[in-house]
């Protein structure tokens, strides 16, 4: 398995415009999540599905922040307008969880997005 | 609400040494704990996982502890070695990962 992939791998925007990051994640996992890393907050939950239906959004920050999962193997989260303050690191992770035992997520490499 | 403490300050250990890394908790009652180490540019990286009813897990040279009445996990790395420096992520898991902010961790040769 190639692990979770996330593109794109940078992306620099201007402000206002809209952004959309990519993920698969690992064939078999039913859990997905998008975190964000900055230094000041380190890794933050935004939202989480579970086989694809989104089960927590409480950390996505406002309305600009939507994230999808429209089949097992493909989810996006979008920034709508882009702020220069959303300038960050995107994580994706999945995880398989067996009966009540739950076994470490699996990051991608994330996306580093810039807005200007 | 819930908050998770590592050591913010960069730990160095001399090569060889036993490096020990700390990350309490409060307002939290997880049914697991886990560390992960993260490089710079890439996301973090699944090590061990704990859970609430078991004291201590071992994996080669690494070594954790969970104490829930103290709110405290304790990482070792033994013999540690050059390879060994990044940031070391603490995360309290029930039905999702909070986590920590990270220790970083340098092995000096």
């Known amino acids: 398995d190639a692990g979770v992939i996330q593109s794109p791998r940078h992306e620099v925007t201007e402000m206002g415009q809209e952004v959309t990051l990519r993920c698969k994640p690992i064939?078999?996992?039913?859990?997905l999540f998008w975190y964000r890393q900055t230094m000041m907050r380190g890794l933050e939950l935004l939202i989480y599905?579970?086989?694809?239906?989104?089960?927590?959004d409480s950390g996505m920050p406002e309305d600009r922040f939507s994230a999808k999962m429209p089949n097992a193997s493909f989810s996006t989260l979008k920034i709508q307008p882009s702020e220069p303050r959303d300038s960050a690191v995107y994580f994706c992770a999945s995880s398989f969880a067996r009966g009540s035992s739950y076994y470490g997520y699996t990051f991608g490499s994330g996306t580093r997005l810039t807005v200007v | 609400s819930q908050k998770i403490e590592q050591n913010s300050e960069a730990l160095n250990i001399q090569e060889g040494k036993t490096a020990t890394l700390t990350c309490n908790y409060t307002n939290y009652s997880p049914a697991y704990l886990q560390w992960y180490r993260q490089d710079p540019g890439r996301g973090p990286v699944f090590l061990l996982l704990?859970?609430?009813?078991?004291k201590e897990k071992r994996k080669e040279r690494l070594k954790v502890t969970f104490d829930t009445t103290l709110k405290q996990s304790l990482f070792h790395i033994t013999a540690s070695q050059p390879a060994d420096s990044a940031t070391y992520l603490c995360a309290l898991s029930d039905d999702k990962i909070i986590f920590g902010k990270g220790t970083r961790l340098h092995i000096l040769p």
């Open positions: 064939s078999g996992h039913d859990y």
């Open positions: 704990i859970r609430e009813n078991e």
């Open positions: 599905f579970n086989n694809n239906v989104p089960i927590d």
